[in-house]
């Protein structure tokens, strides 16, 4: 599992409320990812970091914010939740497999079902 | 905009035949293709991937092809079993390559009936 864990695993909490959501990995990874997972969208990428308080928008960043104070930990937050932010997030990270070489495979932690009411 | 179209959306095979699960991608600086198996409730795992310095590569009874010039690349499931009953993503490395990033195509449900 690539020493990925997630926190929460389950919430449930109510529209207009802050939410943050924890990404914590073991392994010293510098690449870290925050995707979405909808029925019939697939995956799709939120935010990501290349290294500490390095971070860049994917395709559906508006209404998530991200942090990254240390190698470790990735923080994905919603500032003010929505119905439409209902979902089950997945944090990944790019594992380098050869020295100099890939970055892009990667390794998922085990997601956070996210329920806004 | 960069994006990976997936096809069938649905699939459903008797038990021992195969499964074909075709991509298509728009940005021809990709190069790197993934594919990931889901089990309901789970995890995308990591399944086979190939370069585009490649144009096939097998891993017993999975194998995935690439079409660079065609912009396409396919999973192919031989001797289907119950077990590989999950949903299929695709995906594609996206333009900036150094920042590791992944376009995912829509998935694939397959369900192999006994």
């Known amino acids: 599992d690539a020493g990925i864990t997630q926190s929460p695993r389950h919430k449930v909490t109510e529209t207009g409320t802050p939410v943050t ?8 990874h510098r690449y870290m990812y925050w995707y979405r997972q909808d029925p019939g969208h697939g995956l799709r990428l939120i935010h990501y970091s290349y290294g500490v308080k390095d971070t860049d928008k994917g395709e559906v960043s508006d209404g998530y914010s991200v942090s990254r104070s240390k190698t470790e930990d990735f923080l994905l937050t919603l500032e003010s939740a929505t119905s439409s932010q209902t979902s089950v997030y997945f944090c990944a990270i790019s594992l380098r497999r050869t020295s100099g070489g890939d970055r ?6 085990p997601g956070t079902r996210l329920l806004v009411l | 905009g960069e994006n990976v179209e997936q096809h069938p959306s649905t699939l459903s095979v008797q038990e021992g035949d195969s499964a074909v699960i075709k991509c298509t991608y728009s940005d021809s600086a990709s190069n790197y293709f993934p594919w990931y198996k889901q089990e309901l409730g789970k995890r995308p795992q990591l399944i ?3 370069r585009s310095n490649v144009g096939e590569k097998k891993d017993q009874r999975i194998a995935v092809t690439l079409n660079k010039t065609a912009k396409h690349f396919s999973l192919h499931i031989t001797e289907t079993q119950p077990e590989d009953s999950a949903v299929y993503f695709c995906a594609a490395s996206g333009r900036s390559s150094n920042t590791g990033k992944l376009i995912f195509g829509q998935g694939t449900t397959l369900q192999v009936k006994p």
């Open chain 2, 48 to 50: 086979i991937d190939i």
């Open chain 1, 21 to 28: 959501l924890r990404c914590h990995q073991t392994e010293n």
């Open chain 1, 104 to 109: 892009e495979t990667q390794y998922f932690g």
